[in-house]
């Protein structure tokens, strides 16, 4: 087939998907439909929010019910836990300050710690075959030696390490619950209820590096928390005024907090576990950064639609988010069948096996929540997904790219 013709059949189906929308004002699509009926078929879950993108229109729609006890559907206000979506709104932040010339991403955080913290470094080792003689001088045995060595300097975590989970830092504090983004782990009861900022930082002192930082992906909450805290304190300002300040406000997300204020707890869903069960709300209080923010869909598709938007004021912001996205590091890893590379907090993954469009993405999971965000530049399609299930929504998230990119096949 003629690359005149694929672009045409290319444009054919991409007209086809927009007239979906434009034809249907305020409806989702009918194959997204079926694939949310199904999540919320599911006993174990409950309810879930959809909003996706094509281009200039936006839908988003609810399905399911709030809880067993509360049959009525969640909307575009529910607040929902975005787990470690979390963590690329602090990275955003760390763009933005870096282009302000607040640091420099390739420093070493060591130099802008607070008075009293420290952060481990890597020590390389000089290993050697050494002799090992008995009391006549007679050897005995050959013994491989390692010994800090005095001609190579320390490899210093730098603020890039940090945001592209490569820091050498574990997932989360000693003593911790531990999150993976690619494996389901039996989560504790609120564990970062009492962890504080100067925990995460006190941490630091006795942890000891394994290997040397910016060169293997290995997901750190815990370096996430620290970025997420160091930039505020560079700011002399605490994390949430920050992102508040930074993002919410300039974007006008009136729904997105590290703590709901108590006029919009009503609008906080209750979340369920794995079976289906209503759970306790989590606490991330010093794992914030990480972690602890909560949102709507409202809020979430303004800031889905800020990735993908070109023209985006301030021109600032729109740099900071850009310059977050493009691949920094493989992780080595595959999801879904697909490999994934690393920028700052986000995933980039091909859409699916039979072409290699590509999506930037994210999800985030706490003991009641499962998010997702992904968005496909080349096609200006994107989409969100909360729910108040602990079940996981990324198969649910390309599937609806798929479906919103008809013509991806055509592209490449």
């Known amino acids: 087939m003629s690359t005149n013709i694929k672009w045409i059949i290319c444009l054919f189906m991409s007209s086809f998907t927009l007239m979906s929308f434009t034809q249907q004002q305020h409806r989702m699509p009918h194959q997204i439909n079926k694939l949310a009926q199904a999540f919320v078929k599911s006993k174990s879950n409950h309810g879930v929010v959809i909003g996706v993108i094509h281009q200039d229109h936006q839908v988003i729609k609810g399905y399911g019910t709030i809880s067993l006890e509360n049959e009525q559907s969640p909307d575009k206000h529910s607040i929902f836990d975005l787990g470690a979506i979390s963590e690329v709104f602090t990275t955003a932040i760390m763009m933005h300050e870096n282009n302000a010339g607040k640091f420099d991403i ?61 820091s050498g830092l574990k997932n989360v504090p000693a003593g911790l619950y531990s999150w993976n983004p690619f494996k389901y782990v039996n989560q504790r009861k609120d564990p970062f209820k009492t962890t504080t900022k100067e925990d995460v930082y006190k941490s630091l002192e006795y942890y000891q590096l394994n290997y040397e930082p910016g060169k293997i992906y290995s997901h750190s909450s815990w370096g996430i928390a620290v970025l997420g805290h160091l ?66 869909a409202h809020d979430l598709i303004i800031f889905l639609a800020a990735q993908l938007n070109m023209h985006l004021e301030p021109i600032a912001l729109r740099d900071a988010f850009t310059e977050t996205h493009d691949p920094k590091l493989d992780t080595k890893k595959h999801h879904l069948g697909r490999n994934i590379s690393l920028g700052y907090g986000w995933f980039n993954s091909p859409l699916n096996n039979s072409n290699d469009l590509p999506v930037v993405w994210i999800h985030g999971g706490t003991n009641g929540f499962n998010a997702f965000i992904g968005f496909i530049k080349a096609t200006q399609t994107g989409v969100i997904i909360l729910t108040n299930s602990q079940n996981p929504t990324e198969k649910m998230g390309f599937n609806i790219l798929e479906i919103l990119n008809p013509q991806a096949n055509f592209y490449y």
Request: aromatic residues 8%; contains cysteine.
């Open 106 to 166: 390739a420093q070493r955080v060591l130099d802008y710690l607070p008075a009293g913290v420290t952060i481990p470094s890597f020590d390389p080792l000089a290993c050697k075959y050494v002799n090992e003689p008995d009391e006549n001088n007679a050897i005995i045995d050959r013994i491989f030696l390692c010994e800090n060595s005095p001609f190579t300097p320390d490899k210093c975590i730098t603020f890039c390490d940090l945001a592209t989970h490569s």
């Open 231 to 296: 930039i505020a304190d560079i700011n002399q300002v605490t994390y949430p005024h920050l992102i508040k300040q930074l993002i919410l406000d300039p974007l006008h997300m009136n729904s997105t907090f590290v703590k709901i204020p108590e006029k919009l707890q009503i609008n906080y869903l209750p979340g369920h576990n794995r079976k289906g069960a209503i759970v306790e709300p989590m606490h991330f209080n010093g794992m914030a950064p990480a972690l602890g923010l909560k949102s709507s």
